[in-house]
């Protein structure tokens, strides 16, 4: 059995994604962190695998946790 999450949303500035590390270009500002880093540690932790995909202004993460 898999227990599955998946989330999008729609955005308008610049990302930049390295290593499931979400980086936005703000007007005015070097690049600033959305803090992706607890959920990233909790996959790990139980192993599961993690997804980012940025295409045509969407953001989407997948995540999935195998429960057996």
Do not use: P, Q, W
Request: hydrophobic fraction near 40%; proline fraction near 0%.
């Amino acid at each position: 059995s898999f227990f599955y999450i998946h989330m999008e949303n729609k955005y308008k500035v610049i990302l930049n994604v390295v290593n499931v590390d979400i980086f936005t270009k703000k007007d005015g500002h070097n690049y600033h962190a959305f803090c992706l880093l607890s959920i990233k540690s909790i996959v790990e932790k139980y192993k599961g695998n993690i997804s980012i995909d940025t295409k045509n202004n969407i953001f989407k993460l997948d995540i999935i946790f195998n429960v057996n």
